[in-house]
Structure formats: structure tokens, C-alpha cells
């Protein structure tokens, strides 16, 4: 009975190894991968890779051929002198290849978010905290923060505003997370922050 169990223990290890086997694969559009493989030699369980077309490295968990489970996406753009940016980064939970699931995602010297998002955008709870001291915090839908508080600073707009008195004037306004400009606000005020609830019909 012992030496039954011993070698079922044998058996079952060679399969996981084999199952397991350390691979690499040069795909015809340029793409590679380095790490496990299952038997059918299809990426599986740890390794890289690297989407030549899409500009993107993924070092993490793989299923079945897709990145699945946890791990770190970079991208990277060619810049001026064929440098490479690598400041957009995310480490957390991945789907079917996707950045889904729980996580931090962040551009380097701009931007910092941690929390849910949905195929590359933010959704559910999470917050975003810029450089300059911005930060929204809240529930997010498809990249935008549908309830939550936000700290923003103002923005001038360079706008044809005519007032009965001074004449044409400077107005200033907000841009949210995306850049979006929300609406112009306050006259005349160049150095301005505020902490604003969205979502709230009180504000």
C-alpha cells in the first residue's frame, strides 16, 4: 500500500512538471512569451510577455494563453531619440487578458489609482491622487466618478465672457480626472482649490 501511494506521488509530480515545463515562444507577429506551459505547450501558470503591436509587457499569472489571475502590465511608447516610455504601470488582478479586477494603475510624476476597474478603465470603488494634490475618491462607471468627494484646482479658461461692468473678463473652471473640462466657475481667481461632492444633489 506504501509503495502504491509513493508512486502515485511520483506519477502525479511528473505530470504537474511536465504540465508545467519552462517555454519559449516566439509568436509570427513579433509577440514572445518566457515561463510555464500547459501540455498543449499554450502559456500557463507563471511567465512574461511581451505584446510587440500593442506595446505592452505582462509578468504575472497566465491561463490557458491569456494573462489571468495577478500580475504587472507596462506599457511603453517610443519617444523622441527612440527612447522607450514605460511611465503608464499597473500591479494587481487580471481577466481574459485584461486589466479587471482589483488593483494600482498609475503614470508616473501624474497619477496614482487604486482600486476596481473593468478592462483598462476605472470602476467601482477607487481613488486617484495627481501630483499636484488633486485627488477624487469615490464610486466610478466606466472611467468617470459617478459619486465621491473631489479636490480639484481651477483652471483658466481664456473665454469671451462680457460683463456689464468690466467688460470682457477672465473665467476660470474645472477640468475633472480625464481632462474634460466640468463647467467655468469663479471670477477672478487665480489660485483656487476646493473639496466638492459628486453625486450629491445638496452641492
Not at 31 to 60: A, M, S
Not at 61 to 74: I, L, S, T
Request: proline share 2%; glycine share 14%.
Amino acid at each position: 500500500m506504501m509503495k502504491q501511494l509513493i508512486f502515485c506521488c511520483l506519477l502525479l509530480t511528473a505530470i504537474t512538471t511536465k504540465a508545467q515545463e519552462l517555454k519559449t515562444i516566439n509568436f509570427p507577429n513579433g509577440d514572445t512569451y518566457e515561463g510555464q506551459v500547459n501540455t498543449q505547450g499554450i502559456p500557463h501558470g507563471k511567465g512574461k510577455g511581451i505584446f510587440l503591436n500593442r506595446h505592452v509587457l505582462f509578468e504575472g499569472d497566465w491561463q490557458n494563453g491569456k494573462p489571468n489571475g495577478k500580475g504587472r502590465f507596462v506599457e511603453w511608447k517610443i519617444t523622441t531619440g527612440l527612447k522607450a516610455d514605460t511611465t503608464i504601470r499597473y500591479q494587481g488582478e487580471v481577466a481574459n487578458g485584461k486589466i479587471t479586477g482589483t488593483g494600482t494603475y498609475n503614470k508616473i510624476g501624474e497619477w496614482e489609482y487604486t482600486g476596481g476597474l473593468l478592462e483598462g478603465r476605472f470602476n467601482g470603488k477607487g481613488k486617484v491622487v495627481f501630483t499636484n494634490g488633486e485627488m477624487q475618491d469615490g464610486e466610478w462607471e466606466n472611467g468617470k466618478l459617478k459619486s465621491g468627494l473631489s479636490t480639484v484646482k481651477l483652471h483658466l479658461f481664456r473665454t469671451a465672457v462680457s460683463d456689464d461692468v468690466r467688460g470682457y473678463i477672465d473665467r476660470y473652471g474645472f477640468y475633472d480626472v480625464l481632462g474634460n473640462r466640468i463647467s467655468p466657475k469663479y471670477d477672478d481667481a487665480r489660485e483656487f482649490s476646493e473639496l466638492r461632492r459628486i453625486g450629491c444633489s445638496c452641492c
